[in-house]
């Protein structure tokens, strides 16, 4: 009855055990997965910014002018 017993319950504990661990590794990898698409999202989005353009000053006109592109108020002296 001892020995019934016994194997009983080192039954009940490898089963809890491999319970444990399937929740453990269940979790990190939805863990994992939530990280992975946060961190494509914010790849994409970073690629996705308007490069700079660059501007340059024509001298052979004098007045002043002054437009928006959109990102901003540009001042042409």
């Known amino acids: ?7 009983f319950f080192m039954l009940a504990g490898a089963t809890v055990f491999v319970a444990m661990l399937l929740l453990t590794f269940s979790v990190t ?4 997965g939530i990280l992975t698409v ?11 910014k ?3 353009v660059r501007a340059k ?6 007045e002043m002018r002054i ?9 042409d002296l």
């Open 38 to 48: 946060l961190m494509v999202g914010r790849a994409l989005s970073m690629k996705m």
């Open 67 to 75: 437009w928006n592109d959109g990102r901003g108020t540009i001042i």
């Open 29 to 32: 990898l939805a863990v994992g």
């Open 1 to 7: 009855m001892q020995n019934i017993r016994s194997i």
């Open 50 to 52: 308007p490069a700079p």
């Open 57 to 62: 000053a024509n001298n052979r006109q004098r």
